[in-house]
T-cell receptor, first 112, second 113 residues
Framework: RKEVEQDPGPFNVPEGATVAFNCTYSNSASQSFFWYRQDCRKEPKLLMSVYSSGNEDGRFTAQLNRASQYISLLIRDSKLSDSATYLC?????????????FGQGTELSVKP | NAGVTQTPKFRILKIGQSMTLQCTQD?????MYWYRQDPGMGLKLIYYSVGAGITDKGEVPNGYNVSRSTTEDFPLRLELAAPSQTSVYFC????????????FGEGSRLTVL
């Protein structure tokens, strides 16, 4: 089993749609969780951290389910500019790095 | 601040050649990482370091070596290049206090022929 596994893509959605990505992790001791965005094989950029209580940043909502060992990312009112690959990242150490493992990424394409 | 700087940005190697990818950060970050990304795939952790003098293997360390003699530098060495090492390599660093955000270099595109 892979340490971090994401929904296989690509996701093709129209502008304005709501889209959700899921990511599962195998190590129950994992402490830190993040969503990164990567454009056209450029370097990944942090989209948002994922907190135990769930958190929201504008149109983006992240959730963590420790019991089922998955995290999710919800994007509401999709924009053309949201087209990118979304990567989930899991670490064993809280906010302090350690072994940071990436999922394989889920590609999103938002169409007019 | 320059952030994380990787060199070279592009390189073509012949099978069996050796080379070093350089990575420098000027943010005084303790943790540094090397990842590789193959086409259509996510990032795979090669090696990481929690501080000067300390390195540890990641998911795919075979064929690579690293060293961390200073806080700033974390070079990645390929000893005997193979076509399977054709990839984009990203160096990243993180601070032990803060949001946990990884800061990446712009990547090094390596082709082994």
């Amino acid at each position: 089993r892979k340490e971090v596994e994401q929904d296989p893509g690509p996701f093709n959605v129209p502008e304005g749609a709501t889209v959700a990505f899921n990511c599962t992790y195998s190590n129950s001791a994992s402490q830190s969780f993040f969503w990164y965005r990567q454009d056209c094989r450029k370097e990944p950029k942090l989209l948002m951290s994922v907190y135990s209580s769930g958190n929201e940043d504008g149109r983006f909502t992240a959730q963590l389910n420790r019991a089922s060992q998955y995290i999710s990312l919800l994007i509401r009112d999709s924009k053309l500019s949201d087209s990118a690959t979304y990567l989930c990242v899991v670490s064993l150490i809280y906010n302090q790095g350690g072994k940071l493992i990436f999922g394989q990424g889920t590609e999103l394409s938002v169409k007019p | 601040n320059a952030g994380v700087t990787q060199t070279p940005k592009f390189r073509i190697l012949k099978i069996g050649q050796s080379m070093t990818l350089q990575c420098t950060q000027d943010m005084n970050h303790n943790y540094m990482y090397w990842y590789r990304q193959d086409p259509g795939m996510g990032l795979k952790l090669i090696y990481y370091s929690v501080g000067a003098g300390i390195t540890d293997k990641g998911e795919v360390p075979n064929g690579y070596n690293v060293s961390r003699s200073t806080t700033e530098d974390f070079p990645l060495r390929l000893e005997l290049a193979a076509p399977s090492q054709t990839s984009v390599y990203f160096c990243a660093s993180i601070t032990t206090s803060g949001s946990g955000e990884l800061f990446f270099g712009e990547g090094s595109r390596l082709t082994v022929l």
